[in-house]
């Protein structure tokens, strides 16, 4: 069973717009990832938030965790053609080397 | 430095057929993990091997099964194939001494069963 649920499934927006997608979970985690995967393609890590921090920027990605709510979520500013992807978050809930991986929110950027 | 290669990135197989995948992680990497992606049930984890040993394995049937050579490379072997073993598996590499950071994955291999 996926630890963490997307929200939403599906996004569409207009290039240099903003995207924000939402992702909870269930258990406590050691850290939460974000990926994006190109259509049938591999995952590529974006970033990396550990259970302590709360807010974390790379380049144009912010994400922030909310370890009491138990959520995150990922925003990808002024928007480019090239980020339409699929996003996924993946939590690490303890010492089983194992990430669990959310149904993920399909990102549509519109020329 | 070389990503991780997986192959054969695409493959058709029929029902009863047993089929074997490969993984080469990044070199110096010695954890390997493998996922199933399927439209319905999304990512869901196989089995997670360091320096030759299975560390976790996720809920599959015994027809899953994997390991991983001294070289780290690693390979999953799904014997008496059934329709629903359609999808994408995705290898995945880390360094395996962390209990897991990022990891990097293969562009997948491409498992149709007819």
């Known amino acids: 069973s996926q630890q963490g649920e997307e929200d939403p499934q599906a996004l569409s927006i207009q290039e240099g717009e903003n995207a924000t997608m939402n992702c909870s979970y269930k258990t406590s985690i050691n850290n939460l990832q974000w990926y994006r995967q190109n259509s049938g393609r591999g995952l590529v890590h974006l970033i990396l938030?550990?259970?302590?921090?709360r807010e974390k920027h790379s380049g144009r990605l912010r994400v922030t965790l909310d370890t009491s709510k138990k959520s995150s979520s990922l925003l990808i500013t002024a928007s480019r053609a090239a980020d339409t992807a699929s996003y996924f978050c993946?939590?690490?809930?303890?010492?089983?080397?194992?990430?669990?991986f959310g149904a993920g929110t399909t990102v549509t950027v519109r020329a | 430095k070389a990503g991780v290669t997986q192959t054969p990135r695409y493959l058709i197989k029929t029902r009863g057929q047993q089929v074997t995948l490969s993984c080469s992680p990044i070199?110096?990497?010695?954890?390997v993990s493998w996922y199933q992606q399927t439209p319905g049930q999304g990512l869901q984890f196989l089995f997670e091997y360091f320096s030759e040993t299975q560390r976790n394995k996720g809920n599959f049937p015994g027809r899953f099964s994997g390991r991983q050579f001294s070289n780290s490379r690693s390979e999953m072997n799904v014997s008496t194939l059934e329709l629903g073993d359609s999808a994408l598996y995705l290898c995945?590499?880390?360094?395996?001494?962390?209990?897991?950071?990022?990891?990097?994955f293969g562009e997948g291999s491409r498992l149709t069963v007819l």
């Open positions: 995945a590499s880390s360094s395996g001494l962390a209990n897991t950071g990022e990891l990097f």
């Open positions: 938030i550990r259970s302590n921090e």
């Open positions: 070199s110096g990497h010695r954890s």
């Open positions: 993946a939590t690490d809930a303890g010492d089983d080397y194992k990430l669990s």
